[in-house]
């Protein structure tokens, strides 16, 4: 079975940091993109970040710029979203999605528009509130 499963999330206070982890099982992130997107209460669900099949190419919503840090593992099967200086409106359920490569000139890229993404985890809470 196909699946993602993010984990790291939790209560935390303004300008504190938490590290999501995403793994996967049943298969192979190798040729996948992965991307972190995150939705609050009432509001639609957003791009935050995603990387590359190896890593190489990273993109980041404005609002994470400078405090969200993406990154992948492949030998273990896991990416990772680094979560710096954290403030209220982070606050969200956060969802990692996987989207297969299957085109050469793609294998180096990555996008936070929901759409291309084929699996998609259950997601984490992340609560930040003083």
């Known amino acids: 079975q196909l699946q993602l499963v993010e984990s790291g999330g939790g209560l935390v206070q303004p300008g504190g940091s938490l590290r999501l982890s995403c793994v996967a099982s049943?298969?192979?992130?190798?040729?996948?993109?992965i991307g972190w997107f995150r939705q609050a209460p009432g509001k639609e669900r957003e791009g935050v970040s995603c990387?590359?099949?190896?890593?190489?190419?990273?993109n980041y919503v404005d609002s994470v710029k400078g405090r969200f840090t993406i990154s992948r593992d492949n030998a273990k099967n896991t990416v990772y979203l680094q979560m710096n200086n954290l403030l209220p409106e982070d606050t969200a359920v956060y969802f990692c999605?996987?989207?297969?490569?299957?085109?050469?000139?793609?294998?180096?890229?990555?996008?936070?528009?929901?759409?291309?993404?084929?699996?998609w985890g259950q997601g984490t809470q992340v609560t930040v509130s003083s």
């Open positions: 990387i590359s099949m190896r890593g190489g190419s990273t």
């Open positions: 999605a996987a989207d297969r490569k299957r085109f050469i000139d793609t294998f180096n890229t990555c996008t936070v528009v929901a759409g291309p993404y084929d699996y």
């Open positions: 049943g298969f192979t992130i190798d040729y996948y993109a």
